[in-house]
């Protein structure tokens, strides 16, 4: 029987990198994943692929920013399901060079504004909209997706380090607060992750000197990330609650 079998998952920004393989992932092992972007066609494009999997993923438009999206995003859900099991908190604002190649006091408070909206207030948001269905069902799932230099720092991209901190913080509340409605929430810390946003925007001498960072000498595969999401959101990991588990190569080490 798949781990994973008539689970349902919602996973933001999944018609790309690691949400994609996510959406993938689960759908390999039995779920029916809600598909969402900003891009309703990208999003029906990753729906046709999953529909080989013998599941029922849908496709919605999401904007993660919007609260009448969150909104629409829930409820549709529910109507189609009648549940919500997993909610994979994977959207965030991309990685831009303005942003992450930028001192700290050079970027705007504007930037700090946008990537905080997408990339911490969005999975607020979501975690607001699906929690009471999940309390109802006195069963759930949240993983947020956050980042290494949200645990060790980092001395680029500070928009992206200090949202990526705020969902440590959000995922051990949540934990706190839902468990004893049976809704567990942890958290991913990655690291250099080889999708096409984070891979490409560096030369290939950077991503080298990335690579040799980690004690493994390589990039993670986006699969490393959705295997992992996809053993944590199982029963097998059903007294694992409120915790970053590190996904880095061994470079970070707690």
């Known amino acids: 029987m798949d781990e994973l079998s008539n689970k349902v998952a919602i996973v933001t920004g999944s018609t790309k990198g690691i949400g994609k393989s996510i959406a993938e992932v689960f759908s390999q092992k039995g779920a029916n994943v809600v598909v969402t972007s900003r891009n309703l066609s990208l999003a029906k494009e990753i729906v046709k692929n999953l529909n080989s999997y013998d599941t029922d993923p849908i496709a919605i438009k999401t904007d993660v920013t919007i609260d009448d999206d969150i909104s629409n995003l829930i409820q ?37 504004k946008n990537v905080i909206d997408a990339d911490l207030l969005g999975s607020i948001r979501c975690c607001k909209a699906v929690i009471p269905i999940m309390k109802k069902a006195n069963s759930g799932n949240i993983i947020n997706i956050s980042s290494t230099p949200a645990i060790a720092g980092h001395d680029k991209g500070a928009p992206y380090t200090v949202a990526k901190a705020g969902l440590l913080g959000l995922t051990k509340h949540l934990a706190l607060e839902y468990g004893k409605y049976n809704i567990r929430t942890n958290c991913l810390a990655l690291g250099n992750i080889k999708s096409s946003a ?57």
């Open 198 to 254: 984070t891979f490409e925007h560096f030369d290939s001498k950077t991503q080298q000197k990335l690579a040799n960072e980690t004690s493994l000498k390589r990039w993670g595969d986006t699969n490393d990330v959705a295997n992992t999401c996809s053993l944590i959101v199982s029963d097998n990991f059903s007294f694992v609650n409120g915790q970053t588990i590190v996904i880095d190569g061994g470079n970070v080490l707690l």
């Open 76 to 112: 549709t859900t529910k109507d189609h399901y009648g549940k919500i099991d997993i909610l994979i908190n994977n959207a965030g604002y991309p990685l831009t060079s303005e942003y992450w190649d930028s001192s700290f006091t050079d970027i705007g408070l504007e930037g700090y």
